[in-house]
Structures are given as structure tokens and as C-alpha cells.
């Protein structure tokens, strides 16, 4: 069993217990954006969490050890994704990248924002003329040293 048979089984299970993200967060009292990266392989889980996401989704032993071995990150199969809702985001960097890293830089110097140290939050926002999605990602500024 590897990394990616545990999220596909866990993508079924949840599905077949009609559980949400958010469902399961709440069971390890972590962030469902956190939660979701971390079951669909691209964090680890303590063994605390893993067993308590293994109990809620019917995991077996071996399924619950690959929760908390360290994956290896970065989940898109293409260097550009042909799923729509990721290549969205794919052109979105590709439009406003370059204005976002002129802006972060403008406002803290040389340097980039961090993944590790980082939060997201991800909201439906009503809206009359069609629902919006908001994705807050708040990362810690890291400059470029000097040696």
C-alpha cells in the first residue's frame, strides 16, 4: 500500500459515511484546509490524528502508518494541470503572478511568503448574481538574507 491508495481510499470511505472535510477536522481539531492537504498526502499526521482519522474513516493499520510517514509534496501530475478547476488557479498565477510578486515585494523587499508558515481559509461568499469562492492564504514573509 503507498500514499496514494490511502488517499483514494479515504476519498471513498468519506464519501460512502457522507462525512465532509470539515467533519473530519473537527475530529483531530485541526483546520479543514490543513485536514484536507494532510488526508489528499501532502502533510503528516501525528499518530494521534492518524488513529483518530483511521477510527472515523475505517482505515486499516498499514493505512494509518502511511498517514504519518512524511510525504513527498507537490500533487499535480502535469506541469500544467488539465483539471479545470486547478488550471484556473494554474492561470491565475500565470495573469496576476507576476503583479502579486511585484506587490509582495514593493511592500516587504526581496524574499517570498511562506507554505510552511502558513494558514489558509477557503469560504463561500453569498452572492445574488452567482455564489463567489474566498481564498484567504496568509503566509509568513521570509526575506533573502545577505552573507
Same mark, same amino acid.
Given at each position: 500500500?503507498? $500514499?496514494?491508495?490511502? &488517499?483514494?481510499?479515504?476519498?471513498?470511505?468519506? =464519501?460512502? #459515511?457522507?462525512?465532509?472535510?470539515?467533519? *473530519?477536522?473537527? =475530529? !483531530?481539531?485541526?483546520? /479543514?484546509?490543513?485536514?484536507?492537504?494532510?488526508?489528499?498526502?501532502?502533510? &503528516?499526521?501525528?499518530?494521534?490524528?492518524?488513529?483518530?482519522?483511521? #477510527?472515523?474513516?475505517?482505515?486499516?493499520?498499514?493505512?494509518?502508518?502511511?498517514?504519518?510517514?512524511?510525504?513527498? #509534496?507537490?500533487?499535480?501530475?502535469?506541469?500544467?494541470? &488539465?483539471?479545470?478547476?486547478?488550471?484556473?488557479? +494554474?492561470?491565475?498565477?500565470?495573469? +496576476?503572478? &507576476?503583479? !502579486?510578486?511585484?506587490?509582495?515585494?514593493?511592500?516587504?523587499?526581496?524574499?517570498?511568503?511562506?507554505?510552511?508558515?502558513?494558514?489558509?481559509? !477557503?469560504? $463561500?461568499?453569498?452572492?445574488?448574481?452567482?455564489?463567489?469562492? =474566498? *481564498?484567504?492564504?496568509?503566509? /509568513?514573509?521570509?526575506?533573502? #538574507?545577505?552573507?
Amino acid at each position: 500500500m503507498n $500514499r496514494q491508495d490511502v &488517499t483514494e481510499m479515504i476519498i471513498i470511505n468519506k =464519501k460512502m #459515511k457522507g462525512l465532509t472535510w470539515l467533519d *473530519i477536522a473537527n =475530529k !483531530i481539531g485541526l483546520s /479543514k484546509e490543513w485536514t484536507t492537504a494532510a488526508l489528499m498526502g501532502q502533510m &503528516t499526521l501525528n499518530e494521534s490524528q492518524a488513529t483518530i482519522i483511521g #477510527k472515523a474513516l475505517d482505515l486499516p493499520a498499514e493505512a494509518v502508518t502511511q498517514l504519518q510517514v512524511v510525504p513527498y #509534496k507537490g500533487s499535480l501530475p502535469t506541469a500544467v494541470p &488539465t483539471d479545470p478547476l486547478l488550471y484556473r488557479f +494554474y492561470e491565475l498565477i500565470n495573469v +496576476y503572478g &507576476t503583479t !502579486i510578486k511585484s506587490l509582495i515585494h514593493e511592500e516587504f523587499g526581496d524574499g517570498i511568503m511562506s507554505a510552511i508558515d502558513f494558514s489558509m481559509d !477557503i469560504q $463561500r461568499e453569498a452572492n445574488p448574481m452567482g455564489d463567489r469562492v =474566498k *481564498i484567504v492564504l496568509n503566509g /509568513k514573509f521570509l526575506p533573502y #538574507k545577505t552573507y
